[in-house]
């Protein structure tokens, strides 16, 4: 799949949960983080394609999208570090 097929069904399943919305508390707490993590996803994606011209390459998987998606900007950044002065 092309990175904006990816990019135009993530978008779309975000705004559908927004307009839908989800009226149990629990569910609602789940569509949060579910959406985190997706945002921690694109952050990595856009990582991942700027970084490439400076050698830059954080993995995506499950692990470092949450990271990415509950710590934000400072979550990328300190994955960026360790990843440089460990490997």
């Given amino acids: ?7 135009s069904i ?3 399943l ?3 949960l927004l307009v839908v919305g989800t009226p149990i508390r629990p569910l609602r ?3 949060q983080v579910v959406i985190k993590v997706v945002i921690g996803a694109l952050f990595l994606f856009f990582l991942n394609a700027i970084g490439n011209q400076y050698g830059i390459h954080v993995p995506i998987n499950i692990i470092t999208s ?3 998606g ?6 990328l ?4 570090a360790l990843q ?3 490997l």
């Fill in 84 to 86: 440089q002065f460990v």
């Fill in 70 to 75: 509950i710590l934000g900007i400072p979550g």
């Fill in 1 to 7: 799949m092309s990175p904006t097929v990816v990019i």
């Fill in 14 to 16: 975000v705004i559908l």
């Fill in 66 to 68: 949450t990271i990415s």
């Fill in 29 to 31: 707490f789940l569509g």
């Fill in 10 to 12: 993530v978008i779309g």
């Fill in 77 to 80: 950044v300190a994955m960026v």
